[in-house]
């Protein structure tokens, strides 16, 4: 069994992956961490760091995991292309709140995920402050 965890250096991304590794050993399942950027800005936050990849790895070491970091055009179609490449079973996003604007504008990768995927969907949001 394979879970895919999309994820961002933010509490979303934490929290999708404090779930995925809980799904993970309930269901003695692999974990895929996918941080996919579209790679046009010299520094996006959402792609993590050497750091922050190890922090992640060291997370993971109680279960088998993969950490990938896809660039291309279109980030939900490299997580989708990671899910179907693993033949996930599961699929893990965070959710952050956005404005009906900040939606209309830049689109929701979390969004296309949920209705594009061929897998089941865990959509977590972070614990509120």
Do not use: C
């Amino acid at each position: 069994m394979v879970i895919v965890v999309a994820y961002t250096p933010d509490s979303s991304g934490e929290a999708a992956l404090a779930y995925g590794i809980t799904e993970a050993k309930r269901r003695d399942a692999k974990i895929v961490v996918v941080n996919a950027t579209r790679g046009d800005a010299l520094v996006d936050p959402r792609f993590a760091g050497e750091s922050a990849v190890g922090t992640m790895d060291s997370e993971l070491s109680s279960v088998e995991h993969e950490i990938t970091q896809p660039i291309g055009p279109d980030v939900s179609d490299l997580i989708i292309s990671e899910v179907e490449r693993t033949g996930a079973d599961y699929l893990v996003v965070g959710l952050r709140h956005r404005t009906p604007v900040g939606k209309l504008i830049m689109g929701s990768v979390s969004q296309r995920l949920l209705l594009d995927s061929p897998v089941p969907v865990f959509a977590v949001r972070p614990p509120r402050d």
